[in-house]
């Protein structure tokens, strides 16, 4: 997905050239398959832009990010619903109400994703195998605790990249070609670093080609949820009154019940009667 959004120009690009080889009998007119691609175009552009700014670590989101990031958010709604896209969907009620809350509360939200929690995770194994013979389990607490600490400090961490610059190391990748090679650990650095600023430059072109036109239709997931309860709020009275009529009929249906029962069973003895008579 997020080779999708980044690259999302050149994918439409190619989406476009398939669909117009396709008969002009059998899909949409040639204007309408533009219109869609672009609309496509810009809302993974400007959700890969929120994404991107999402995955700031904790103590890194400011208040000048928070000002982008909501205007980034707006517009990406406004495509959003332009598209006639899901609205019901958790993930996008997130993003539209509580993403920008989020980020300023923790000051940074990427020490959270997946990615980093599976980090964690593969720490943690490393250290539980490395203390696996100890019992005491206070002392094995504090030993994870200060290699942790040790792992984060800003001194280690600049260490641990000059380190990794000088490395000679190997580790498999792909190439531009997309066939596998292996390639050292510094070179695969910086083809990394190399990728993220033509993501961002990419970004930066993209959120410039879109305009912001943000028009009264606009409207948040609680606005809505408002409007909705007002609305179920208006037809309450019309409600009860037709379900007091439903419980009336019941009542009478009920109250009914026994005298037609009676008559039922007069009617019965009646008919036998008559058919004791015909046999004599």
Not at 156 to 183: C, F, P
Request: proline share 2%; charged share 35%.
């Amino acid at each position: 997905m997020n080779a999708l959004m980044t690259n999302c120009e050149r994918i439409m690009d190619d989406v476009v050239q398939a669909l117009l080889l396709i008969p002009e009998g059998t899909r949409c007119d040639d204007s309408e398959v533009m219109d869609v691609i672009d609309k496509f175009k810009k809302v993974l552009s400007t959700f890969d832009k929120i994404f991107s700014m999402a995955r700031k670590k904790s103590g890194l989101f400011e208040e000048e990010d928070k000002v982008r990031l909501d205007l980034y958010v707006k517009e990406g709604m406004r495509l959003w619903r332009e598209m006639d896209l899901s609205m019901e969907a958790p993930k996008v009620h997130a993003i539209q109400d509580h993403l920008c809350d989020q980020l300023m509360q923790f000051k940074g939200i990427g020490d959270l994703s997946e990615d980093f929690v599976e980090q964690a995770h593969q720490d943690g194994i490393r250290d539980n195998r490395r203390t696996n013979s100890l019992k005491d389990r206070a002392v094995v607490a504090a030993i994870h605790s200060k290699w942790e600490h040790k792992r984060k400090l800003p001194s280690v961490l600049m260490k641990s990249e000059a380190v990794g610059r000088r490395s000679v190391r190997t580790r498999r990748t792909l190439n531009d070609d997309g066939i596998t090679i292996n390639m050292p650990i510094s070179e695969k650095d910086e083809k990394k670093k190399a990728l993220s600023e033509q993501k961002e430059i990419l970004r930066t072109i993209a959120m410039e080609s879109i305009r912001s036109t943000v028009g009264s239709f606009f409207q948040t997931g609680r606005q809505k949820n408002l409007i909705a309860a007002s609305s179920r709020m208006q037809e309450a009275p019309r409600f009860i009154i037709n379900m007091g009529r439903v419980l009336l009929a019941k009542i009478t249906v009920r109250k009914m019940k026994k005298p037609i029962e009676k008559i039922n069973k007069g009617v019965r003895i009646f008919l036998a009667k008559i058919r004791r008579n015909r046999i004599r």
